[in-house]
């Protein structure tokens, strides 16, 4: 057993929930945002306002032709996969193996790609790192060894976790639309809360493939999170605060939660409220593409997401019944009350609450420095 542990720890195979269900996913959902969201973000940009080199198709595989923005949709599984050994850090030859296992796993795993990726590429990446350096031909083992073992752990979980996925996320989306109510309120908070905890909430809602009014809501509960705190906050981190929290992220108050858990009440009382409005009052739908109904007003990632759905929604929409339509007035309301006006004001005012009757003390808010 001692020449186990020490072997692991020589290797830097750490097994722990941090490290594989933190800083692993954590750094999925960037290598999802990095090809796949930007990807979409790219394509929207090009064709609502016509931009010529990004519409333009450079290159035709298999009889299908990739813009810009389409190649980088189309590596997002390799995206992934890097983004995951990189943060298991991996040396260079399995962080480069990873790529063809990416984007083996994220084929076969088809709705459940995401998730499916998460789990092969962490075994990958650990049998990969036993592997490195053991042999004189170190650049011909490692490599092999390393997409082997991912490409056969693709063969044999991604498509049952495809397969989960395309049942598990139609169920959330469908019982969303018969009870948008308790629904609206259930996915709101949940989903804005793992925005704020240390977890991908936008990898969450990729796996789960969150769009219409699902992904609405989950929308609402990230902004309640993230614009609430920035506003809650002001009076101790005032306008470094109000960004880094409004267009960043909320989990940077982790750390103040811990020490008062109350602080976290506000947000979570706010989308409770948001996430109902926006599911049976503004019947706002996230339609762009899932990841987007996990970042809120992270680079206003959900907004556009919401925008990008209403004009040109993505192909897992497109696939639950979403089609595309032109935005009233009415819309445009939902979209900036739900996203900016009402998390603001609603999180203010509990918070004036909270700090009344002590919950809230001065200071609680302050974000480490």
Known sequence: MEQIKHFLQRKNIVISAKRYGIDALGAM?????????????LNTIGTQFHVGFLTAQLITINGVGYTIGG????MSGSAMAVAIGYALQAPSLVLF?????????????GAGGPLAVLFVAIIAAEVG?????????????????????????????APPIGGAARAFGPLIMRTTELQPFFMGVLVSVLVGIALTLPISSAAICSVLGLTGLAGGAAVAGCCANMVGFAVLSFRENRWGGL??????????QMPNIVK????????????????????????????GDPINSGMGTCG????????TGWVNPSDVALANGAAAIVPTAFDWAGLILISFVLPAVLTWAFGLFFRKIGWIKEGDLTLPQ
């Open 260 to 287: 008062n858990p109350r602080i976290w009440l506000p947000a979570i009382l706010t989308s409770a409220v948001t996430g109902p409005l926006a599911t049976c009052f503004f019947k706002l739908e996230m339609n």
């Open 97 to 109: 193996s990873l790529t063809t296992v990416g984007y083996a796993c994220n084929a076969l795993g």
């Open 129 to 157: 790192k036993a592997v490195s350096k053991e042999t004189k031909v170190d650049i011909l083992v490692t490599p092999i060894v390393t997409i082997l073992i991912g490409v056969g752990a693709a063969w044999v979980i």
């Open 300 to 307: 206003l990632c959900g907004q556009l997401g919401i925008w």
């Open 29 to 41: 959902a960037q290598g999802l945002f990095c090809s796949l969201l930007i990807g979409t973000i």
């Open 71 to 74: 190649l980088a949709s189309f």
């Open 243 to 252: 960004v880094s929290q409004g267009i960043g992220t909320s989990m940077l």
